[in-house]
């Protein structure tokens, strides 16, 4: 009901606050960042943004983060994130038990709202400690799906499978995705798999979870990154060449993966007509896939030209930071408009089993 | 007619399994603890000390690397006198658990106070640690058996915490 209110409140007033993106830093992404802990990834983006800003905590408005507490094995460790950035006298804080790309949903929010001007948005994950396969099944519905504990390969396993049954893409279409994913990560100092492969070599490995392969799937990383986005007034004077976001769209689908298409992402669909893709000159992409095949169904639902480059950065195969990995696609489309030629950018963040949540984040740099 | 068997609950446990990283602040105090030494971090800006180190000042948001040992003798800054059992029965209640404040330090941690009837427990009182014989040492708190009183005059306690004042 209330939601419902939100909605045609939005509907009438149709005249939104300018924000831009003004900061974004990332650490090395790492199979193992060993006996560094949390706080101390968090820690060193925090520092590095805010230098490269100029301004300290103190001129943050409103600061909001994103994490997973099963990550760590430890209740309210996202609490424990907060020692990464000066609390004392006391912040106004906020956390999303999400993909911190919620978290910059949420401040973003905050801006519109006019409580704040400049926000800052950190997302972190070790995953190397846990089991990060299984501890993804607790997203599932917890009485017919968590108990039987599906992994997050598994799933998106099914989901591959069910594209190559019905002809929808093919083994050397989601190979040639693996093979640009490496290729592309050679220009990214951040990332922990690169190379040049033939896509002989990528189809001639052996199958992980059958039709996937490891390299169709998103490797086990930790690390951390943060944001720093502003009122346009205050972005302006914050850097001299601010990513605007000018389009957001979240959308759910059912958590039930037996009760949806796997095949399509109709959430995608709605959002990119929602903000009118179609009509914009999109010249880069970051799409949240992570597993080569997702990005295929997002490249068509999103109705992508073959000329729009899709994960510059390499993308979540070259290295996948859970609970931050959208937030970096939004930072990568942010690092991309820096250059003369980039104007207008995509970027996609996904939660969920098989792209059961996404979120359309578009980018100008005016 | 059998009466309908409702459904009230079932069991779906969770397991994980963790490699837990203490991170550099912790492992460095759990390494002294096993040389019989309190070890905390100064923060650079504040100046205030941590024992235990946590490798950052939430206050400042700055790393805290400069190592501190601090005196195995402290400060009551609060207590309570506990009558529930704790779960691995280590100790029988009723016991008196404390924050305590060691010379040294600006941030109290919690530890058991024994060697004195528990209604003289009281804040301020001066205190220092009882170790465990050296050859149970491991990296633990428990290396430490209790914090025992010190013949001592008690602190006052608006002296005890204009320290978090002026920190």
Redesign the interface.
Same mark, same amino acid.
């Not at chain 1, 060993?34 to 802990?37: I, L, P, Y």
């Not at chain 1, 907060?82 to 004392?88: D, K, T």
């Not at chain 1, 190397?128 to 089991?131: A, I, K, L």
């Given at each position: 009901m209330s939601l419902i209110l939100i909605l045609i409140l939005f509907g009438i007033n149709t005249k939104m606050r300018k924000v831009g993106v003004v900061g974004y830093e990332q650490t090395p992404m790492l199979r193992d960042a060993?006996? !560094?802990?949390e706080? &101390?990834l968090i820690?060193s983006v925090?520092?590095k943004v805010l230098k490269n800003l100029n301004i300290t !905590?103190r001129d943050i408005d409103f600061t909001c983060s994103g994490s997973c507490d099963?990550l760590?094995?430890v209740s309210f460790a996202f609490v424990d994130g $907060?020692?990464?950035?000066?609390?004392?006298p006391p912040i106004k804080e906020s956390h999303v038990e999400m993909d911190a790309a919620w978290a910059l949903y949420e401040a973003w929010l905050k801006i519109q709202s006019g409580q704040a001007e400049i926000a800052l948005v950190y997302g972190f994950g070790?995953s190397? =400690?846990? &089991?990060i396969r &299984?501890?993804l099944s $607790?997203q599932l519905d =917890?009485?017919y799906m968590? =108990?039987l504990w599906p992994d997050s390969v598994s799933i998106a396993a099914l989901q591959a499978r069910l594209l190559l049954e019905k002809g929808i893409v093919t083994e050397e279409e989601m190979a040639c995705v693996v093979q640009e994913s490496r290729r592309n990560a050679l220009n990214n100092p951040n990332a922990q798999l690169s190379g040049d492969f033939s896509l002989d070599d990528l189809i001639s490995e052996p199958y992980f979870v059958s039709p996937l392969k490891k390299h169709d799937c998103s490797p086990i990383t930790d690390g951390a990154s943060v944001m720093v986005i502003a009122s346009e007034e205050k972005a302006k004077e914050l850097h001299k060449c601010p990513a605007y976001i000018n389009g957001f769209d979240h959308r759910i689908e059912t958590g039930q993966i037996g009760m949806r298409d796997l095949t399509i992402s109709t959430s995608v669909e709605i959002s990119a007509k929602e903000l009118n893709l179609d009509s914009k000159n999109i010249q880069v992409a970051e799409l949240h896939a992570p597993f080569s095949h997702q990005q295929l169904i997002l490249k068509k639902a999103l109705n992508l030209s073959d000329n729009v480059v899709i994960n510059q950065s390499g993308g979540p195969l070259a290295g996948n930071i859970v609970m931050t990995a959208g937030l970096d696609r939004i930072g990568a489309i942010f690092q991309q408009l820096q250059f003369n030629s980039i104007h207008c950018g995509l970027a996609h963040a996904t939660s969920g089993p098989c792209l059961q949540q996404n979120m359309l984040v578009l980018l100008e740099d005016s | 007619m059998s009466e309908e068997k409702k459904i009230v609950g079932f069991e779906a446990p969770i397991y994980f399994k963790y490699s837990y990283t203490a991170g550099g602040a912790t492992t460095l105090f759990l390494k002294k603890l096993v040389e019989g030494r309190i070890v905390g971090q100064r923060c650079p800006v504040c100046q205030g000390v941590y024992v235990p180190p946590r490798g950052s000042c939430p206050r400042d948001g700055v790393a805290t690397e400069e190592e501190v040992e601090v005196a195995h003798t402290g400060t009551v800054e609060s207590f309570t006198i506990n009558y529930i059992p704790i779960p691995d029965g280590a100790v029988d209640p009723p016991f008196v658990s404390a924050n305590i404040v060691l010379d040294g330090a600006d941030l109290s941690f919690m530890h058991l106070i024994s060697g004195i009837p528990h209604n003289q427990v009281r804040i301020g009182m001066r205190v220092k640690a009882l170790w465990k014989p050296q050859d149970e040492w491991k990296p633990s708190m428990t290396n430490i058996l209790y914090f025992e009183p010190l013949d001592e005059p008690d602190i006052d306690i608006d002296t005890l915490w204009d320290k978090y004042k002026n920190a």
């Open positions: 060993g006996a !560094q802990n706080v &101390e820690m925090v520092h !905590q099963y760590q094995g $907060l020692n990464a950035v000066s609390a004392v070790k190397s =400690p846990g &089991e &299984e501890i $607790l =917890p009485y968590s =108990p | -």
